[in-house]
């Protein structure tokens, strides 16, 4: 069966995970909402990928988070509530307008107290957040421009401390991420993400292939290791 045919049984099954296992949430649905009448491209996570974001947070026991790449706050969100009350988030946004949608929705959902947003690309404020002395982050969602991936992956490593996990949404590029001769700016920044993660003896990592609501794609999940 192909790509398309799969498509209506993957959105099924998630539908029918999602009605099992995920109660009705006005204000994730905002979070959508708001985004799609900005005009936002529909690429926040699923909501059942948001919801493995929030138990990966809450099975590392992570208290501070960094997201690259907040969009309309939707991950943000999930990434919020799994660090509770005591826990905070630092989500990353070069797109103003988005940023606004993403504050309103944080405010809408009674997270803005642990979320905190920075404008700006991303390079330029993690380097901010260096230079800031930050404290290391126990828990990293990389889910920004893919181009720019090789460089968030090498300063989410100066951000981290053993034990901290990565994760990185959408490496399969729709299965270009095989593809050798690729010349796709967003398969080449994921290509180099995996070449810089599989030679780097601090890294213990995976790779899985998805599919569901969102079609065909995968996640990355790293640790820091001693
Ligand atoms: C793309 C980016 C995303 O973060 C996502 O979740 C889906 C697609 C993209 O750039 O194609
Ligand atoms: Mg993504």
Partial sequence: MNQETSQGKWSAVDAYFVDRLLPADSVLDEALASSERAGMPAHAVAPNQGKLLQLLVQMANAKRVLELGTLGGYSTIWLARGVGAA??????????????????????????????????????????????????????????????????????????????????????????????????????????????????????????????????DGFLLARVLE
């Fill in 87 to 216: 826990g905070s988030v630092v989500t990353v946004e070069a797109n103003p307008v988005h940023a606004e949608v993403a504050r309103r929705n944080f405010t809408h959902a009674g997270l803005s107290g642990r979320i905190d947003l920075r404008l700006g690309q991303g390079v330029a404020v993690l380097e901010g957040l260096l230079a800031e002395g930050t404290e290391p982050f126990d828990f990293i969602f990389i889910d920004a421009d893919k181009p720019n991936n090789p460089a968030y992956l090498e300063l989410s490593l100066k951000l981290s401390r053993p034990g901290t996990v990565i994760v990185g949404d959408n490496v399969v590029r729709d299965g270009a991420v095989a593809n050798s001769a690729s010349t796709d700016a967003n398969v080449l920044g994921v290509q180099r993400f995996f070449d810089l993660i599989a030679a780097n003896p601090r890294l213990s990592a995976t790779a899985i292939q998805t599919v569901g609501s969102k079609g065909y």
